[in-house]
Each structure stands twice: as structure tokens, then as C-alpha cells.
């Protein structure tokens, strides 16, 4: 019964935190525009692919290629004559797909290891921060490149390889706000009562290491989609896939800075700025949010 | 706050004076007849013993001459050796080299140094050349211009030995280790029309010509070879007149000049002796990897029929290439086997009889299933450094998937592949071959002998074999011919590989600086083929 | 002060430590025996094969093969490049002025006018021009490096004419004078130098701005505000000095970024330098080259890093009383 009714309470905490939360980002319009951005983005990249395919343009059966726009195909042709709005689009979801699911796998990661180093403290910590310098230190172009390179151009091993380099800022991050709260009174009751050290971590630690994880995932998610386009564009891509980075790529190798092919060139890569920059600007908006609450780590 | 204001102010005015001047570009100037030659890979080394890319090999050809050379009916033709004979045995030469020629540092060559290069390359197994000078038993200096040469068979090619003759009194110094190692050669001494004098690497690599040059001297002052880190700015060099030549053009870009038409820049398809296959993994031993269904002859002839390769060429090649059939390419007419009415071409139907009467029927999705139970499914790989490749594969897929064939496609870099082909760990995969003009080399690709090392599918005919060693001893050119035709034969009715088409080598160079290009052999390319005719011809436009 | 030292040291010297180890197994773990690449024709007898394995050491058990890496490393040898066959050391020695070059120079420049540009924005805070600033920095903080490096080729190269396709001269080209020398030199270098200075101004003019505003807000400004120190010299004794302080660490961490950004460049620029070299040994798979590269640059940002820290620390003005 108490418990129920502890949970009922945490709830209702929460409804309240977010509703108040809402109330303060929503007065940022950095953050509204990010928002609207992000939103436009996301749905393109749901709904995009279903309503639209990728055509070749073709004149009295010749196919144009590299041509600039004209009324039927707004964003003109690539190298094989194909749609590059429908590219764009089609484009939008793997490029976000790529930069949700390694955004996720670091975060995991990140989140992991900084709890756990900055709770257990002492030799953990200090293995576990030894190893988060030497990721933060290691050029991550490099790095990336060289393990895209040894796994193959797929997308799984992109995904995986952004990943796992991208971790360490979160980690050092995490790990500093939870030596804080470590010394916090429910913390230290809670070890009083017996509470087991996961148990601990999981729910008093996490959920309230939360709101920087929020503000951080959306930092990670910005370098992510820049990682992966320029991974692609570098040939690390998988090829059969389009992302903006590929189209950027193919852009790149057949001919479009020769041709001054501006349709080609431009409209991916202002999609990546766009979505980067509003990830950038829901990031700040949060930051100025919960600012009041938390420390800033300003390096 | 005041006195930071200035500094960057005063950087950028300088910076745009800088420019304006460059702009004018009226402080440069050249002198000399300059020929820049532009290209993508980097040359890896001046030394002969290590190279093996096609830049590295050209400033080689540049550097140093061979004892043969062709004209552009491919027959052999005298270069540092003027005259040759062999015995009626066919395996003792003598060679009668040609006399005042120079090195680039004033020595005079003579035959101690064809003697000691042959050796040199012979006892310690050097490079490439090595298949050259292996069967070579004795070699003795008759007098300063005269050489012979035992071989311990006859030996139909020679003398066609593509050996760079090097400077004994250089090279001899030089530990054989350090040969194949770290000897950089950075001051290459040879007799070629040009002499390296700066070599830069991952910029440029600077040749100036050899004043004494036996031929006479050539019409150019110097030849750059530039390197891009792409393409598309290298073409755009091209047509802004920083180059003069670029070789591979890729065929986008290749179009695009064309339909461009600038009357100064001549794009040239030129006829060349490389291929593209697609090779089955043939291997029958239980170690194999591959999908034993490919062991079936009928399979892969039904493939062969499945396929449209006017389609591949015409689509993921822009049209540059030509339908293949066998081994050895058409360029080499009197070589070349023209498999006639028996040539699979593309013929869908006949795909689906064969493989219906070979039991391969279809299951409910569609796809063929195997008289063994297992599903006609398999795995093609390709190269990540080739997008031509990679469009290739795809329109394969979608051909075979039409006559009940599922293929999966991987995409893996060159290094990877050949470590899968010898492990035997492939289905298939598209690859190509650069032929050199003797036959030989194409040819004993398919041998047994080879297989783990330059053959690449493990295709073993011991009839093949047979003929291939007979061949090779055959002094006499049309007896040569009947063995290769046969072999050719054989190897087509047994279907280890798919020709799928002999490319071109595209070519687009300036025409309003320089005259004298020869193309080499009649219907190749200017540059980048066998002979350095054209920049020993090349003189400038008055 | 000395203990902090010592403390950094000791860290700097472990992180090097695991870097130099994981360096080594991060390339022997690749999938593909390096000899198939590093001998590229197939046709080799088992001898010649085994000659080769053991000139590099391949021959050996893992263990036997990190211990010769390591006494190799401390005697300042790399190891002997698959591709050019040279020296690794020399191989990256020749390619370091290029990138120090283009580095060096972008950085200068992006340091100059984001301290400048930051500090405008910061005193005219809140103004149009202050969100026009933030905006357009915060634009150029999201673009790609290879994409502005494309189009600016594309504009100032292809369209207008006014600056070469890349590289970094033209050889076999004699100039009159020094001058027209120095010039045609310049006018290689601005483009990839520009493009690149604009990568990182954004990020300059973002922390300068928001440290300057935070240091106008501490205490000791409003010590000096009281005695009557006068505006200028408020700003220029006073905050500029502390706030760059956060610019002085950007530059360190940056160092990695830098890199990245130096292999997108030169690629498109066909610059001959450290980034160029990397993508070429990853290509053509030189194990060596691309081990010795990375150790190499990981080591320099890892004293960078520590050079900052020392001097951060020194210049705080905290820890200063």
C-alpha cells in the first residue's frame, strides 16, 4: 500500500516537473526553433519514404543527367539521372536512423560508466577515467575511419563504430554529477537501509543524473550526424544505402564540383546543418532550462 | 581593444594584395616546355623492386628501357637491343645490344649490365620480374655489345623480357635486402628519355629530360606527374589547363568531357587489355567455402546466359567497354578467340531450361532449389574501391533474381577480397585483369600451378595444363597460336569465369600545347600503355 | 602547484601509456594477414614470404611482437612503411610542415577574429547584431568540414577562377621574383587555410562571447568597477585577460577536432600533409604509417592537452590568490 502510494506521488512529481519544465522551454525560442526543426525532420524521415521514390528523369528517353532544377524534379538530377529531392528525403531517414541508434549506444555506454566509476570510486574510478582519457583523447576522425575501415562499410559497423567512440565526454560528465549526488542525504540513507549498489544506482542516482543525460544525448546526437555523413562521405559508408553523407559522396566522386552541380551539392548538406544545428539549439535551450538546477560543466 | 582591431584588418588587406597578385599570375612564368601528366594514386617508390602501381610503373618505363619494344602492330621491335637470334635448340639467344648509350650520370652501358641485372633479379627473386629471368641458366658477355643467354627450355616469349635494364655500377652496390626494402632509389640511374630529380611524395614527382638520350632528344623539357585527391578537381585542372593528360578517366566524367566538346581537349577510348569477370569459386575440395552448386557446370553456364552484359556496359559503364568472351582480349587480334556461334550471350530462356533440366526447380518464392535441397542462393562480393563494380553487382542481382538465382551482395575492400579468394572462402565476385601482350601471362592464370597464387579461382584442368606448358615452348608463332586458341577453348566451355567485359581506357589530354602523340598499340592509348612513344615524340605546337 | 604537476604528469604518462598498447592491438586484430597486402603479388615463393615476415617481425607470437614495439618506440623507431618501404618517421616527418602550415595558419586567423568577434558580441549583448553573430556562428559550428571545404573549391575554384584547384604549388614553374613566389604560395595556402578558419571561428566566438560575459559578472570586476577603473581597461586588464582563459583550453581540446578536420581538408584540397597521409595509408592499408600516424597525434594531443592544464592553471586567477 505505501508503496503504491509512494509511486502514485513520484508520478505526480513527475507530471508537475514536466509541465513546469515545458513551461520555461517553451519562453526559449532557440529551443522552439530546434524543436520545430527536429519535428520537420523526423516526420520527413517517417513519413517521407512512403510517399515518395526515387524516379530517373528522362527526355524524349534520354536520360538527364546532373541536370539543374526544373518543374518536375525541384532539386534536379545526380549522375545517373536520378531525383535528388526524393534522395534527399529517402536520405533523411537512414541519416537519422544512424544518428538515433549510435547516439543511443553511446549514451548507454557513457551513462554506464560514469555512474558506476563515480559511485564505486577509488581503483574503479580510476581504471574507468584512465580509459575514458585515453577514448577522449584519441582523434575521433581517425579513429573512426580506421575502425570503419577494418570492419567493413556497412551500416551496422557505422552505427557501432560512432558508438563506440563517442561515449567519453558523457562518461566524464555523468561521472562528476554523480560523485555530487553520491553524497546526498537519500543516498546515503538508502545505504544505511542495505539497499543493494545497483539498486541504488538505478533509482536514486539515475533519475536524477537524468536531466543532464537528456541535455547531453542531444549534444552527442549533433557530433553522431556529422560523424556518420562524414564517414560516408569519405567512402567509409555503406554505398547501397542513402544518407545524405553517401549522396554527398557519389556527389563528390562523379563530377558535381566540375559541373557546379549546386542542386546536388547543397541540399544534403544543408539538411545535416539544419538537423545539427537544431539538435545545437534544443541543447542549449535545455541547458539555460535546467541550468537553475544543476551545474553547468562549461570544459 | 583599439590596437587588436588593426592587426586582423591589416591581415586581411595583405591577404587580398596576395591574391591580387596571384590573380594576375604575371609573375610566374615558364620557360621550359613543361608536360604535367595528372593522377590519383601516389607513387609509392622509385624503386623497381617494390612498385606495382600503373603511376609507379610509368615513371619506371620513363627511367629505364628494356631490351625490346613494339610498334603499334604490337610486334616487337628493337629498343636497347638492336638485334637477337636464338639456335635451332630455341634456348640459346644472342643478343646484340645497341652501342653509345649513356646512363643518366655519364657511364657507359654496356652487356656487363643487362648481365648483372638479369643475375641480380634471377638470384635473389626480385619484384615482379623475377617470372622473366627465372628460366634463364647461363648468361655470359660475348663483348661490350654482345650477350647471350641460356635458357633451360625453350622459351617462346623471349625475348620480351620486360626486365628494366639497371646500372651494375649502382645496383651492385646495393645489398639485394634492401632492394626489396628500404632502398628508395631516390636518384634513379637508368637510360631512359628522363631522369627523376624531384620526387615528392603525395604532390608530385619531377622528371627532366635526358639531354644525351640515345634516341635523340626528346621535344620536352620536362614531365610532371601531378597527383589529385580526386577526380573531378583533376578533370577540372584538365580543363582549366593546369594538365596536359589524364589517364582513367572515370566514365561519368569522361561523358561530361565529351558532351563538353572543348576543341582543345581530345578524349580518347582507347582499346586496352583489361577485363572485367565475374569469377565462381571452382575449387573442388571439401575445404572450399563456396556453394558447392557452383561445381556444376550448368549452373554457371546458365548464369552466363542470364546475364545481359551489353546491359552492364551500356548502363554501370556509360557505354564504355565491350562485350566479352574469352580469355585473351580482343585487342590482341592474333591471339584472341572469337568462341563464335558457341557464345553464351544473353538468352534467359535457355538460362531457365538448363537449370530446370538440371534439377534445379523453383519453390513457392520463386527461387530455384538445388537437387541437394539447398536454395540457389549465393554470395557475390565486391570490391569497395570500384563503384563501376558495385553498379555491376547490383543489376547482376536483379538479373539472376529474374531466372530464380538469389545473390547477396557484399562490399569489401581489395585486401579483404584476397585473403577470402584464398581461403576459398567466396561464391563470387567481380574483379578485372590488366593483360600484358604476350599471352602467357593471361593464360597461365588458369593453371593449376597456380592456384594460391596468381590464379584466383581455383580452376584446374589438367588437358589446360598441359597445353599451357607446350605453349610456352612453342617457337613457332601459328603452332602457338592453334595451342592458344584451344586453351581458350577449354577454358570457355568450362566456365571458371564470366568475361564480362573488356574495358577501355579513357584518355582526354590537351591538344593546343603539344603535338606528336602515338598511340600505341594502333587502336590505344597515348600514355599509360607499353611504350613511352609519345613523350620520346611529344614537341610543342609552334 | 607542484603536486598538480606531478599529478598530470603521472596521468598524461599512464594515458600514453595505454594509448602506445592499444595502438598496437587495435591494427593486429584487423581481419587480413598483412603480408597478402604488404607483398601484392601473389606470385611469391614460401621463401620470399617468409623473408618478408621476417623483416617485419610478423613472425613472431603476439606478445614477442608488442615487446619488440615497444623497445622499438623508445628508441624513436616507427617501423618501415608497407607502401613507400621508408622509414614511418620519415614518411610523417616530411608531411608535418604542410599540416603545421595549414593548422597553424587556420588556427591564428580563427583565434584572431573569434576573440575579436566575441568580444563584440559579448558588448553588444542582447542587440540584432548579437543574435546575427550567434547565429552564424553557431550555423558554421554545424557544418561539415568537407562540406564547406566543397563548396568554397566549388565557388572560388571552379565557378570564379580566382584560386588553384589544390595542392600545394606548382612545380616546374619559374617566377621572377620572390614576391610573385610568396605570392603564388599564399594563394595555394588561402583557400584550404580560410575554410578551414571558418570551421573553427565559430566555436571561438561562441566561448569567448559567453566566458567574457561570465567574467564580467564575477566579483573582481565589480572590485575594480568600484575603484574607478574605467571602462577600456576594465575590459582589457581585466576580463579579456581571464576570460581567454577557456580559449587557451579550447585550442588544446581542440586538437583532436583539429585533426579530423585536417584529413576532410587536405582530401578535398589534395594538401600534402598529415591528413592526406592517413587516408592514403588507410586505403592502401599501410599498417605501419597508419600505427606510427596515430600514435604520433594522439601523443601530441596528449601533451597539448597537459600543457594546457599546467597553463590554465597557472593563469587562474583563483588559484593565483
Request: hydrophobic share 45%; net charge negative.
Amino acid at each position: 500500500m505505501q508503496i503504491d502510494a509512494l509511486k502514485n506521488e513520484r508520478l505526480a512529481l513527475w507530471k508537475k516537473n514536466l509541465s513546469s519544465f515545458w513551461s520555461i522551454y517553451s519562453q526559449n525560442t532557440m529551443g522552439l526553433i530546434g524543436l520545430v526543426i527536429l519535428i520537420f525532420f523526423t516526420l520527413m524521415a517517417i513519413f517521407g519514404p512512403l510517399l515518395v521514390s526515387i524516379t530517373t528523369m528522362s527526355v524524349d528517353g534520354v536520360t538527364q543527367v546532373m541536370h539543374p532544377p526544373t518543374s518536375g524534379f525541384w532539386l534536379g538530377t545526380d549522375d545517373l539521372g536520378k531525383d535528388i529531392l526524393a534522395g534527399v528525403i529517402i536520405g533523411s531517414r537512414v541519416s537519422l536512423l544512424v544518428g538515433v541508434a549510435a547516439t543511443a549506444i553511446s549514451m548507454i555506454i557513457g551513462t554506464v560508466i560514469g555512474i558506476v566509476s563515480g559511485f564505486y570510486g577509488r581503483a574503479v574510478d580510476a581504471l574507468l577515467m584512465r580509459i575514458t582519457d585515453v577514448f577522449l583523447v584519441i582523434p575521433w576522425l581517425p579513429l573512426m575511419l580506421v575502425m570503419a575501415a577494418l570492419l567493413g562499410p556497412s551500416l551496422g559497423n557505422i552505427i557501432f563504430v560512432i558508438g563506440i567512440t563517442s561515449w567519453a565526454g558523457t562518461a566524464r560528465i555523468i561521472r562528476s554529477q554523480t560523485l555530487s549526488i553520491k553524497e546526498r542525504p537519500y543516498v546515503e540513507r538508502a545505504r544505511a537501509i542495505g539497499s543493494e549498489d545497483s539498486h541504488i544506482m538505478f533509482y536514486h542516482i539515475l533519475p536524477n543524473v537524468f536531466p543532464l543525460i537528456f541535455a547531453n544525448t542531444v549534444l552527442v546526437a549533433a557530433i553522431a550526424i556529422l560523424s556518420e555523413t562524414t564517414l560516408s562521405f569519405l567512402g567509409m559508408g555503406d554505398p547501397t544505402r542513402v544518407t545524405w553523407g553517401v549522396m554527398l559522396h557519389f556527389a563528390f566522386s562523379m563530377g558535381a564540383v566540375s559541373h557546379v552541380a549546386w542542386w546536388w551539392l547543397l541540399p544534403p548538406g544543408i539538411c545535416v546543418v539544419l538537423v545539427v544545428l537544431s539538435f545545437t539549439f534544443i541543447g542549449y535551450a535545455l541547458d539555460e532550462v535546467l541550468n537553475p538546477k544543476l551545474r553547468r560543466r562549461d570544459q | 581593444m583599439k590596437r587588436l582591431k588593426w592587426l586582423p584588418l591589416l591581415l586581411v588587406v595583405l591577404m587580398f594584395c596576395s591574391i591580387a597578385l596571384t590573380g594576375c599570375g604575371g609573375g610566374t612564368q615558364e620557360s621550359q616546355y613543361v608536360f604535367r601528366s595528372g593522377y590519383m594514386r601516389e607513387i609509392e617508390s622509385l624503386n623497381p623492386m617494390v612498385i606495382w602501381s600503373v603511376q609507379a610503373y610509368e615513371v619506371m618505363y620513363l627511367t629505364y628501357n628494356f631490351l625490346i619494344s613494339w610498334d603499334e602492330d604490337l610486334n616487337v621491335i628493337p629498343e636497347l637491343a638492336r638485334e637477337w637470334e636464338v639456335d635451332e635448340s630455341g634456348k640459346l639467344w644472342t643478343f646484340y645490344l645497341q652501342e653509345g648509350v649513356t646512363w643518366h650520370d655519364g657511364e657507359p652501358f654496356t652487356a656487363e649490365d643487362v648481365k648483372f641485372t638479369f643475375e641480380y633479379i634471377r638470384d635473389n627473386e626480385l619484384g615482379y620480374f623475377y617470372d622473366y629471368v627465372a628460366a634463364m641458366e647461363e648468361i655470359e658477355v660475348i663483348d661490350e655489345y654482345t650477350l647471350t643467354v641460356k635458357t633451360d627450355e625453350p622459351i617462346a616469349w623471349m625475348p620480351q623480357i620486360l626486365v628494366p635494364i639497371l646500372p651494375a655500377h649502382i645496383w651492385s652496390e646495393i645489398d639485394p635486402e634492401d632492394a626489396e626494402g628500404e632502398f628508395a632509389n631516390d636518384n634513379p640511374i637508368g637510360t631512359g628519355p628522363f631522369k627523376v630529380v624531384d620526387h615528392r611524395k603525395g604532390e608530385y614527382t619531377r622528371l627532366v629530360v635526358n639531354e644525351d638520350y640515345y634516341k635523340g632528344r626528346p621535344g620536352l623539357d620536362e614531365v610532371i606527374f601531378m597527383i589529385y585527391a580526386n577526380t573531378d578537381l583533376m578533370v577540372e585542372a584538365l580543363k582549366q589547363g593546369e594538365l596536359d593528360i589524364i589517364s582513367d578517366v572515370p566514365g561519368a566524367q569522361f561523358k561530361a568531357l565529351q558532351d563538353v566538346a572543348d576543341p582543345n581537349i581530345l578524349t580518347l577510348e582507347a582499346d586496352s587489355p583489361s577485363f572485367t569477370e565475374l569469377a565462381f569459386n571452382v575449387w573442388d575440395d571439401p575445404v572450399s567455402l563456396g556453394n558447392p552448386h557452383l561445381l556444376d557446370k550448368n549452373v554457371r553456364m546458365a548464369i552466363e546466359y542470364a546475364i545481359d552484359r551489353q546491359e552492364l556496359i551500356d548502363v554501370a559503364l556509360m557505354g564504355y567497354g565491350e562485350v566479352a568472351s574469352t580469355l585473351v582480349p580482343k585487342l590482341f587480334e592474333y591471339w584472341h578467340l572469337d568462341p563464335g556461334p558457341g557464345f553464351r550471350s544473353f538468352d534467359p530462356v535457355q538460362a531457365e531450361v538448363i537449370l530446370e533440366e538440371a534439377g534445379y526447380q523453383r519453390d513457392d518464392q520463386g527461387l530455384r532449389v538445388g537437387p541437394d535441397g539447398e536454395p540457389m542462393s549465393y554470395m557475390l562480393l565486391i570490391r569497395s574501391e570500384s563503384p563501376d563494380n558495385q553498379k555491376m553487382a547490383s543489376m547482376i542481382k536483379d538479373m539472376l533474381a529474374s531466372v530464380g538465382i538469389g545473390i547477396e551482395i557484399s562490399v569489401i575492400d581489395e585486401g579483404t577480397l584476397t585473403d577470402r579468394i584464398f581461403e576459398g572462402d567466396f561464391d563470387l565476385f567481380i574483379w578485372g585483369w590488366y593483360v600484358d601482350i604476350d599471352p602467357t601471362s593471361i593464360l597461365k592464370v588458369a593453371t593449376t600451378d597456380e592456384i594460391l597464387s596468381w590464379s584466383d579461382c581455383f580452376y584446374s584442368n589438367p588437358e589446360y595444363d598441359v597445353l599451357h606448358q607446350l605453349q610456352q615452348r612453342t617457337m613457332d608463332r601459328e603452332e602457338r597460336r592453334e595451342l592458344i586458341y584451344e586453351m581458350q577453348r577449354i577454358f570457355y566451355n568450362d566456365a571458371a569465369y564470366i568475361m564480362l567485359s573488356y574495358d577501355p581506357e579513357l584518355q582526354a589530354y590537351r591538344t593546343d600545347r603539344y603535338t606528336g602523340w602515338v598511340r600505341n598499340p594502333r587502336t590505344g592509348p597515348v600514355m599509360y600503355t607499353n611504350v613511352i612513344d609519345s613523350y620520346e615524340q611529344l614537341r610543342p605546337i609552334e | 602547484m607542484r603536486g598538480y604537476l606531478f599529478q598530470k604528469i603521472m596521468q598524461a604518462g599512464l594515458t600514453i601509456l595505454i594509448v602506445v598498447a592499444l595502438n598496437f592491438f587495435l591494427f593486429r586484430i584487423m581481419p587480413g594477414d598483412p603480408i597478402r597486402v604488404l607483398i601484392r603479388n601473389p606470385k611469391i615463393s614460401a621463401d620470399a614470404l617468409e623473408r618478408v615476415r621476417e623483416q617485419f617481425g610478423l613472425n613472431e607470437g603476439r606478445l614477442v611482437q608488442f615487446w619488440i614495439y615497444l623497445r622499438d618506440l623508445f628508441s624513436g623507431e616507427l617501423g618501415s612503411s608497407f607502401n613507400y618501404r621508408q622509414p614511418v618517421i620519415d614518411v610523417i616527418m616530411e608531411r608535418v610542415p604542410a599540416t603545421i602550415m595549414l593548422v597553424g595558419t587556420a588556427t591564428v586567423l580563427s583565434i584572431i577574429f573569434g576573440v575579436l568577434l566575441g568580444v563584440i558580441l559579448a558588448w553588444k549583448r542582447g542587440t540584432r547584431l548579437d543574435i546575427v553573430g550567434l547565429s552564424i556562428s553557431l550555423i558554421l559550428y554545424s557544418m561539415p568540414t568537407f562540406w564547406v571545404a566543397i563548396i568554397m573549391v566549388m565557388i572560388f575554384a571552379v565557378y570564379w577562377q580566382i584560386f588553384p584547384l589544390g595542392g600545394m604549388g606548382m612545380p616546374g614553374v619559374f617566377y621572377t621574383s620572390l614576391w610573385a613566389e610568396l605570392a603564388s604560395k599564399v594563394g595555394y595556402l588561402f583557400l584550404p587555410t580560410v575554410t578551414f578558419a571558418l570551421i573553427l571561428v565559430g566555436e571561438y566566438v561562441l566561448i569567448m562571447r559567453s566566458s567574457l560575459l561570465e567574467v564580467m559578472r564575477e566579483d573582481y570586476m565589480l572590485t575594480a568597477r568600484a575603484k574607478g577603473v574605467s571602462n577600456r581597461d576594465l575590459l582589457r586588464k581585466h576580463a579579456l585577460p581571464n576570460a581567454m582563459l577557456p580559449v587557451v583550453t579550447l585550442i588544446a581540446i581542440n586538437l583532436g577536432f583539429i585533426v579530423g578536420g585536417a584529413i576532410q581538408i587536405e582530401t578535398v584540397f589534395s594538401w600534402p600533409g598529415l591528413g592526406r597521409l592517413m587516408y592514403t595509408a588507410l586505403t592502401n592499408r599501410d599498417y605501419p604509417v597508419l600505427q606510427g600516424l596515430f600514435l604520433f597525434v594522439t601523443i601530441a594531443v596528449i601533451v597539448a592537452n597537459f600543457c594546457a592544464d599546467i597553463l590554465y592553471r597557472y593563469l587562474d586567477p583563483r588559484v593565483k590568490s
